[in-house]
């Protein structure tokens, strides 16, 4: 034999084992690719792992992962399961951490890094309303004024979580839920008391993590409660110091001043009756409650609309400030700071009605600590309202002894919402 011919055997051998080498990469090749993040909820879970955390391929899964998934991923069967980015964790105590001083407000650590929300858009996800059959659940929304945070909870108190707080949170006061958008609307004061023109509204998605300023400062001075016309799609709310009602689009173009002028001081209740195209809203300075149409009558002003009726005139020693309206029994509800009452009677006066000596008004409550914020459950017959010391209340519609829920903080408006389960 040639030397050739005496090597070939070792050459074969070399041969094979560069095969059984690149067969072996192109198996762990193809087990890194199963291994990959494929979602979002992969993504965040990586974000929010700790060092020195086991990760496993496909084939099986470590406890943290688990765990992190867990918190990574919003539970569909538990509407409270998702925190705003630099919301921290729920505080299993019902208080807040330690708040600031006015003007100075605190917020929670930021907490582990987040992926950026994916851009907002009318499309961009399935509606948070869904179907109409779907089981529902209610979920109380409400801010804290002092500490500008945004909370939630179940409407029995439990399962309480901060749902947003950031260093662009000025002052919260009025809040709202859009279920067709999945949007969370909240007013901002600018400050504690108001009055600067640093006014702004802003929303987030309630299955996402993003604040959006849609109202910008220099637009309206000092807004207060808020409410959305489900059927034109748009945003009302009260300007206290601005004294204005204000309209514009769900993500805040197109604002326009409804009412002005007419005596009017500081405006800040405001509830929508869609179906009438009217809707009321309360000064705490002029001691009444007004109503007005949705749109001005031909060829007239917000400062000379004559349609704009005082429905309730109350005495020196009053302050009504946030509205509600049971539609179907065509009362009006609202809470009276001043007088530490919560009150309601006919949203239609009697013919010859006098403003200021109404017979019809009833009190449901009173001995309240400064009562602010009002939501009505018109499913369950319940009243929900908040105190300016931080108390979250729920009782019957018709009366009786409150019952506390949860203590946060200075709490201000509160909306409840009927989420899928």
């Known amino acids: 034999m040639s030397k050739g011919t005496a090597h070939r055997p070792d050459t074969w051998r070399n041969l094979s084992q560069v095969c059984g080498l690149i067969s072996g990469m192109c198996v762990m090749l193809l087990?890194?690719?199963?291994?990959?993040?494929?979602?979002?909820?992969?993504?965040?879970a990586i974000a929010r792992s700790k060092p020195g955390s086991a990760r496993v391929g496909a084939g099986g899964r470590s406890a943290q992962d688990k765990a992190d998934d867990a918190q990574a991923k919003p539970d569909?069967?538990?509407?409270?399961?998702?925190?705003?980015?630099?919301?921290?964790s729920a505080d299993p105590s019902g208080d807040p951490k330690a708040g600031g001083s006015a003007g100075s407000p605190d917020h929670d650590d930021p907490g582990p890094p987040v992926v950026p929300a994916e851009p907002m858009g009318t499309t961009d996800m399935p509606?948070?309303?869904?179907?109409?059959?779907?089981?529902?659940?209610?979920?109380?929304?409400?801010?804290?004024v002092v500490n500008s945070r945004v909370w939630r909870a179940n409407a029995d108190g439990t399962d309480k979580k901060l749902l947003a707080s950031s260093l662009t949170i000025a002052s919260p006061d009025g809040v709202t839920v859009d279920l067709t958008s999945g949007y969370v609307y909240w007013t901002n004061m600018g400050s504690v008391y108001g009055g600067a023109n640093l006014g702004t509204i802003q929303r987030m998605r309630i299955e996402t993590e993003r604040i959006e300023t849609i109202v910008p400062v220099g637009t309206?001075?000092?807004?207060?409660?808020?409410?959305?016309?489900?059927?034109?799609?748009?945003?009302?709310?009260?300007?206290?110091?601005?004294?204005?009602?204000?309209?514009?689009?769900?993500?805040g173009t197109g604002a326009e001043v409804l009412v002005s002028g007419h005596g009017l001081m500081q405006p800040v209740?405001?509830?929508?009756?869609?179906?009438?195209?009217?809707?009321?809203f309360s000064d705490r300075v002029t001691r009444k409650i007004y109503r007005a149409g949705f749109d001005a009558p031909e060829g007239q002003s917000p400062e000379t609309r004559p349609d704009v009726d005082t429905l309730f005139a109350f005495s020196t020693v009053s302050a009504p400030l946030d509205l509600d309206l049971d539609l179907e029994q065509r009362k009006i509800y609202w809470t009276d700071?001043?007088?530490g009452v919560i009150q309601r009677a006919k949203m239609d006066p009697p013919a010859g009605y006098n403003a200021e000596n109404r017979l019809d008004i009833e009190t449901l409550a009173d001995g309240r600590n400064e009562p602010i914020g009002l939501a009505l459950d018109r499913s369950?017959?319940?009243?929900?309202?908040?105190?300016?010391?931080g108390g979250v209340f729920r009782m019957s519609r018709d009366g009786g002894m409150p019952e506390l829920l949860s203590t946060t903080g200075s709490a201000s408006g509160i909306t409840l919402a009927h989420l899928p389960k």
């Open 127 to 144: 509606s948070v309303g869904g179907a109409q059959d779907v089981p529902r659940t209610p979920v109380l929304f409400w801010v804290d």
């Open 220 to 251: 309206t001075n000092t807004p207060k409660q808020i409410n959305i016309d489900n059927k034109a799609r748009k945003l009302y709310w009260c300007d206290r110091e601005g004294a204005k009602v204000w309209r514009s689009e769900l993500d």
């Open 269 to 280: 209740g405001l509830a929508l009756d869609v179906e009438k195209r009217e809707f009321y």
């Open 76 to 88: 569909a069967s538990a509407p409270d399961a998702h925190l705003a980015a630099g919301s921290g």
């Open 337 to 339: 700071r001043l007088r």
């Open 31 to 44: 087990f890194a690719c199963d291994a990959r993040p494929t979602g979002r909820e992969d993504i965040l």
């Open 380 to 389: 369950d017959h319940l009243l929900y309202f908040t105190e300016l010391a």
